[in-house]
């Protein structure tokens, strides 16, 4: 079985694969228990956002780690992501902006995606 720490890896791996911009991985784990990681990203378009969103679910599932719930998939300015450890946000820039979960979670710990492996 793998780490969550591997698996938010392998979920930042599946945005990159698609191009995502902005991938921020932020550590939660010891300010809250609703998640151990946040990873935060942004597309360029809905189209983007749904086939980052799609990837990341298909990806994470080949891998063993399966989707508790999505939101925000139609519209697709906002998509959350809950895998119950790991929580995926992806955004259209504009909303990205406007909420700013790095901003709002800045007592996280911000995570390098090779910090991962260790």
């Not at 994470?60 to 519209?75: N, V």
């Not at 995926?88 to 979960?101: G, M, S, T």
Request: proline fraction near 0%; charged fraction near 30%.
């Amino acid at each position: 079985m793998k780490s969550i720490k591997e698996f938010a890896k392998i979920a930042v791996e599946a945005l990159e694969d698609k191009k995502a911009e902005d991938i921020h991985i932020i550590d939660i784990s010891d300010i809250s228990t609703i998640a151990d990681y946040f990873i935060i990203a942004n597309g360029t378009n809905r189209s983007q956002i749904q086939t980052l969103a799609d990837h990341v679910e298909e990806i994470l599932g080949k891998a063993g780690l399966l989707l508790k719930q999505m939101e925000g998939y139609q519209t697709a300015n906002w998509v959350l992501m809950d895998y119950r450890d790991i929580i995926v946000h992806i955004f259209d820039k504009e909303n990205r902006l406007f909420y700013d979960l790095d901003r709002i979670w800045r007592d996280g710990k911000v995570v390098e995606k090779k910090s991962l492996t260790e």
